[in-house]
């Protein structure tokens, strides 16, 4: 039954399609067509276009992107068939198109990163990809050329850049597991060996395009936010130890501030942005404040303008040793402090200061109670 539910919650965060048109969905290339050019900049500052691959015989276009679960599971597939087919003449180049201002924070569940350029050039050197990642991102105008469907699309075009394939890598959508139909690969090596393309055309699976017309969903999400009941609760020093035990299920991100505290004010909308992306996962942020008892609605009405709805307390007395005993022992009292705990209450990361929001999300989306794939 959880497994079904993680399932779920990964096709309802990443709107996944499956062989579906959404009405702004513009028609998938047709076998036998001519592959349009683009010019379009790459994470490595070059611009390419069909020129920059005429040396290969065969060119394999992949649309993907950093965010989607299932286009991270392809990942190291992608890499693979680029390494296996290397000298073969066969060209690999992936591209992602999803505007950067369509995606949901909801929909970033299952990554540390969004879909932006800069973003992309992270992700290009985290996994040492070993072919070309361009932008499309911008005005889209290739995606809207090639009509993929989800991420990963793979089109395949032969020596004289016609279509020969387009669908699905294989049909296998987890970093794990063994494929039945290796359908990329068939196509590939039916036309190194001049044969036609067996199966010339699959569904695909994976996450929905974000095209710039859903850019207005953005701001219902934001909008939605305003409306979620906001509260502050008095927590005591047992309340407190009992936080920390995490005997839920949940990785527990903790945050100790206060309305006093400039970093602490800084950062608070870096923790709402986790809260935001991770929330249906297993896991949950907590705000605690370490404002007097006296100044609750001070610090109530500061939530409340950061739309905090994730769990938030106030400590119950003024004093703040016991406050820091009852939270981590190794802290040494300086605000902000933060703490990633897991169920448990193994605390994996401590941090006395404002954090690194990247190496936050990273250390979130990494851990094993939530992970990167579903």
């Known amino acids: 039954m959880r497994v079904f539910h993680k399932l779920l919650l990964a096709i309802t965060l990443c709107v996944t399609v499956f062989g579906a048109f959404a009405a702004d969905q ?38 993907t992107c950093n965010h989607c679960p299932t286009a991270q599971a392809y990942e190291e597939r992608i890499k693979k068939l680029t390494a296996d087919y290397k000298a073969k003449k066969v060209a690999v180049v992936a591209i992602s198109s999803n505007d950067p201002k369509a995606i949901l924070l909801d929909e970033l569940g299952y990554t540390d990163m969004s879909d932006t350029y800069d973003e992309m050039k ?105 409306k979620e009941p906001v509260t502050l609760e008095t927590i005591d020093e047992a309340g407190l130890k009992e936080l920390i035990q995490n005997k839920s299920d949940k990785l527990r991100l903790i945050n100790v501030w206060a309305t006093w505290c400039g970093p602490c004010v ?77 169920p448990g209450g193994k605390i994996v990361y401590s941090q006395q200061g404002p954090i690194d929001p990247a190496k936050m999300k990273k250390l979130i989306v990494e851990n094993k109670y939530v992970g990167r794939y579903y």
């Open 26 to 63: 513009p028609e998938t290339l047709k076998i036998g067509a001519q592959a349009p050019d683009f010019n379009l900049l790459g994470v490595d500052g070059k611009r390419y276009s069909l020129k920059s691959f005429a040396g290969a015989d065969i060119l394999a276009i992949v649309f």
């Open 122 to 226: 992270l992700r290009a050197k985290d996994m040492a990809y070993n072919f070309p990642y361009l932008y499309d991102g911008g005005d889209q105008k290739i995606a809207l050329a090639y009509g993929p469907v989800a991420t990963p699309h793979i089109f395949i075009f032969d020596k004289a850049r016609k279509l020969q394939y387009n669908g699905r890598i294989d049909d296998v959508e987890k970093p794990t597991g063994t494929p039945k139909n290796l359908d990329a690969k068939n196509a590939i090596e039916a036309l190194l060996a001049g044969k036609p393309v067996p199966v010339p055309a699959t569904k695909t699976f994976g996450c929905s395009m974000k095209w710039a017309s859903k850019e207005d969903n953005v701001k219902k999400e934001q909008t939605a936010w305003a």
């Open 266 to 342: 800084t950062e608070f909308p870096d923790f709402m942005v986790m809260h935001h992306m991770y929330r249906r996962r297993d896991f949950e942020f907590i705000s605690i404040s370490a404002d007097n008892p006296d100044k609750k609605d001070k610090a109530l009405k500061f939530l409340q303008g950061k739309f905090a709805s994730n769990k938030n307390y106030i400590f119950n007395i003024e004093d703040k040793y016991k406050l820091i005993e009852a939270v981590d022992s190794k802290w040494q009292g300086a605000l902000p402090y933060t703490i990633l705990v897991e």
